[in-house]
């Protein structure tokens, strides 16, 4: 089976990410794994990513890099 990376980017939007992260981890096609970059969000994404799916890496910028 093929191994893919997906890259997610969150900034100050953790509801989408958890949907979006939550919907990546149902595909079967492929082995995955998955990265967020939080793009230096004022608004707790980052613990709450965390939280929710503790196996996913997370990559904190400390800025909005754009």
Do not use: H, Y
């Not at 893919?4 to 981890?25: F, H, M, P, R, Y």
């Not at 794994?33 to 994404?45: K, M, P």
């Not at 503790?54 to 910028?61: E, G, I, K, N, R």
């Amino acid at each position: 089976m093929t191994r893919v990376g997906i890259v997610v980017l969150n900034w100050n939007g953790w509801k989408d990410t958890l949907a979006c992260v939550t919907s990546l981890q149902s595909l079967q096609a492929c082995d995955s794994e998955i990265l967020v970059v939080d793009n230096g969000s004022t608004d707790g994404s980052a613990a709450r990513i965390l939280e929710a799916f503790p196996a996913v890496t997370l990559l904190q910028t400390g800025a909005n890099l754009g």
